[in-house]
């Protein structure tokens, strides 16, 4: 399955958009994007997926290039509760595929 | 609402005992996983079942091993623990084997 590479943290003011950037160059062409997030001490939770076109969900907006080898998530209005690390994750199969690395602490700022 | 329980939520033991950790969830989910959480490693692969008398292993699955009696459990075992096991223990589950994970809210695991 692909790498995926994310900076380690990023800051964001609340109320803004925060946009999380995820590099999958080596990204094979049956492989989805994932997202999810885990806030302190708690279980990760799932955010949205895609395979090649943008989402949208109720929590978060997910734009993937035209040849897939990077995506960004978009927090449309982040608030303190978005602070968590956020996982990109690129897999294709069943969900024993789904690879959690370190993911990115995002940090929303008063 | 349905939900996926981990218990205990904490649990203090010594090297050498056998230890369980249970995972229940009321989705009626063919799928489970078990991960353990370490800092600095992201959350590893211990075990999952896709249905009943399914278990699968994952990337760090020596030490542990499951069971899958029935579609709501699947408990984690520790047959003689180890220090080097000291994690925090999620389980997950999902509707489809593609779809999205719900975890649990953890097991914090000390062996001394």
């Known amino acids: 399955d692909a790498k995926t590479t994310q900076p380690p943290s990023m800051d964001c003011a609340e109320g803004r958009a925060a946009n999380l950037p995820c590099n999958h160059s080596?990204?094979?062409?049956?492989?989805?994007v994932y997202w999810y997030r885990q806030i302190h001490s708690q279980g990760p939770q799932y955010i949205i997926h895609g395979l090649k076109n943008n989402e949208t969900n109720e929590m978060a907006s997910l734009i993937i290039t035209e040849d897939r080898k990077s995506s960004t998530l978009i927090l449309p209005h982040a608030t303190l509760r978005d602070t968590a690390v956020y996982y990109c994750?690129?897999?294709?199969?069943?969900?024993?595929?789904?690879?959690f690395g370190k993911g990115m602490k995002l940090t929303v700022n008063p | 609402d349905a939900e996926i329980t981990q218990s205990p939520r904490h649990k203090i033991t010594e090297t050498g005992r056998q230890v369980t950790l249970a995972c229940h969830q009321t989705w009626n989910h063919n799928n489970m996983f078990w991960y353990r959480q370490d800092l600095g490693h992201g959350l590893r692969l211990i075990h999952y079942?896709?249905?009943?008398?399914?278990?699968n292993k994952g990337e760090v699955s020596d030490g542990y091993s499951v069971s899958r009696s029935n579609t709501e459990d699947l408990p984690l075992t520790l047959e003689s623990a180890a220090s080097s096991q000291t994690s925090v223990y999620f389980c997950a589950s999902s509707r489809t084997r593609t779809g999205e994970l719900f975890f649990g809210e953890g097991s914090r695991l000390t062996v001394l």
């Open positions: 994750i690129a897999a294709q199969g069943g969900s024993e595929k789904l690879v």
């Open positions: 080596t990204i094979s062409g049956n492989e989805y």
């Open positions: 079942s896709y249905g009943v008398q399914d278990t």
